[in-house]
């Protein structure tokens, strides 16, 4: 959209400040973006800077503490981006929009896009006169999508993450199908090294339903240690990613799903355990004392 577009905000009602900026995708969820300073700071208040300051140069680019400690990167150093060398002139705390901000016009000059941003942001007089803003620009600027801050963060959620839903998805099926075969080799080298056994538990009067019913509950201990231990490594896991690509990846633990996965646990595991079971049962007594 056009940058001259913030002067027009500025003059609806109610509209107390407006500013511009362009974000470029980098690689995976990295993005860089370019703000006017003065403008942006005027928006969403200051910059909070661990070190250093704001832009000083046409190539400066301040970086948040989350993508300074990632990267090992301080004030003075080097980043190459868009196939140029970026020098960091402050780090901030995170939370501002992005995790690597440049100058507008500069990012403009590299991406030959003279006078354009992607979005526009505007604060209000009032939080109570959101919609009504909504409501009038959106008559007069029918070509763009315009939405209040909710609306737009109620957006960053597995249903709108293009290809996430259908990742998690694929990790569930390919659980379960692992799950699946894990338990059942497992259960059937069990009956296999348990013959004997089986063949004395049937000896002693024990039932297909006893001989079934003594692995099922084995089965189920195995899922169980599965799960727990399952839940620990995702500490683990989470306090490495939390801890080594946070700029790029932030994980949070999901405790809401803990009992979805003990259930896909449990069903893995007892359809792995089904067939030995079923083969455990029908073991002949004689045969089974015979085995070696």
């Not at 070190?51 to 980043?79: A, C, I, L």
């Not at 569930?172 to 080298?189: A, D, H, K, N, R």
């Amino acid at each position: 959209m056009p940058e001259s577009m913030i002067a027009a905000l500025l003059r609806e009602p109610h509209v107390i400040r407006a500013a511009g900026s362009y974000t470029v995708p980098l690689s995976g969820l990295s993005t860089l973006t370019g703000i006017d300073y003065q403008q942006f700071v005027g928006l969403s208040g200051p910059f909070h800077f661990i070190e250093g300051g704001p832009f000083q140069g046409k190539f400066d680019v301040m970086v948040d503490r989350w993508y300074s400690e990632t990267n090992h990167k301080g004030v003075g150093d080097t980043v190459n981006a868009l196939n140029k060398d970026w020098h960091i002139c402050g780090v901030v705390e995170p939370g501002k929009l992005s995790r690597m901000f440049v100058p507008l016009a500069t990012l403009q000059d590299v991406l030959a896009s003279p006078g354009k941003v992607s979005q526009a942001f505007v604060k209000l007089d009032s939080p109570a006169n959101t919609f009504a803003v909504i409501a009038a620009l959106k008559a007069e600027l029918p070509e763009y999508k315009i939405y209040s801050m909710e609306e737009l963060v109620s957006q960053f959620s597995i249903e709108n993450v293009p290809g996430l839903k259908a990742f998690i998805y694929v990790i569930m099926g390919l659980s379960i199908v692992i799950g699946f075969l894990v338990v059942s080799l497992t259960m059937y080298t069990t009956v296999l090294e348990r013959t004997r056994e089986i063949g004395i538990l049937k000896a002693l009067g024990a039932s297909p339903g006893d001989i079934m019913g003594l692995l099922v509950r084995e089965t189920l201990v195995l899922a169980a240690a599965g799960w727990v231990a399952g839940i620990l490594l995702s500490f683990v896991a989470n306090w490495a990613i939390n801890h080594f690509v946070r700029a790029s990846l932030h994980s949070v633990i999901a405790a809401e799903w803990w009992w979805k996965v003990a259930v896909i646990a449990v069903v893995a595991s007892l359809l792995g355990a089904l067939y030995p079971g079923m083969r455990a049962a029908r073991q002949d007594a004689i045969e089974a004392l015979s085995y070696e």
